[in-house]
């Protein structure tokens, strides 16, 4: 089972800002079959990215993905107040499809 | 537009069983996949239903109690537990797979079990 660990575990900041968040696995991840989601208290997950760098459908372009192998990334170029969630990687490359701790994004 | 509507609430005493349901419009589906989330906890994936063939797959945890099923004539997806104990109280939420299990793109609103004498 491929282990995703997130940090930070949590990254405060103020809108407008840039956030980095970081997704590393325990082994490679085939094919960047990398996911992201938001996800706001009380909802359910939001589909950001797949393929560890394609938006989905919405999502604005100040998200973008990167990354290969073990180390991922997740860029907010500047925060909105609606930006600030818990964020998850997700990987699909391997069986079991594993989900990292999340990372929230509070603000300062 | 893509839909995937769950079931309300349930409160249940350990050892009872729950069924909790996934109603699905919108699209031509072909996998519906089932995440826990624990109070205060993170995702975890359970597996997904081929909604075609009807064949399920269990991530390693969710063997045994959990049972998977969908019925085509109503296009509802179900998740079944048995023996219910304190520690699946959870959000159990319904999510369509893209190309079974790989991302999950839509998602039900979620129900949340609580299993408690």
């Known amino acids: 089972e491929i282990v995703l660990t997130q940090s930070p575990g949590t990254l405060s900041l103020s809108p407008g800002e840039r956030a980095t968040l970081s997704c590393r696995a325990s082994?490679?991840?085939?094919?960047?079959?990398l996911a992201w989601y938001q996800q706001k208290p009380g909802q359910a997950p939001r589909l950001l990215i797949y393929?560890?760098?394609s938006r989905a459908t919405g999502i604005p372009d100040r998200f973008s993905g990167s990354g290969s192998g073990t180390d991922f990334t997740l860029n907010i170029s500047r925060l909105e107040p609606e930006d600030f969630a818990v964020y998850y990687c997700?990987?699909?490359?391997?069986?079991?499809?594993?989900f990292g701790q999340g990372t929230k994004v509070e603000i300062k | 537009q893509v839909q995937l509507v769950q079931s309300g609430s349930e409160l249940k005493k350990p050892g009872a069983s729950v069924k909790v349901s996934c109603k699905a419009s919108?699209?031509?589906?072909?996998?519906i996949n089932w995440v826990r989330q624990a109070p205060g906890q993170g995702l975890e994936w359970m597996g997904w239903?081929?909604?075609?063939?009807?064949?399920?797959t269990y991530a390693q945890g969710f063997t045994g109690r959990f049972v998977f099923s969908f019925d085509t004539s109503v296009s509802t997806a179900y998740l079944q537990i048995s023996s219910l104990k304190a520690e699946d109280t959870a959000v159990y939420y319904c999510?369509?797979?893209?190309?079974?299990?790989?991302?999950?793109?839509?998602w039900g609103q979620g129900t949340l079990v609580t299993v408690s004498s």
């Open positions: 239903i081929n909604t075609n063939t009807g064949n399920p």
């Open positions: 997700q990987q699909y490359g391997s069986s079991p499809r594993t």
């Open positions: 393929g560890a760098s």
């Open positions: 919108g699209y031509t589906f072909y996998a």
């Open positions: 999510a369509r797979g893209y190309n079974g299990d790989y991302y999950f793109d839509y």
């Open positions: 082994q490679s991840v085939s094919r960047t079959y």
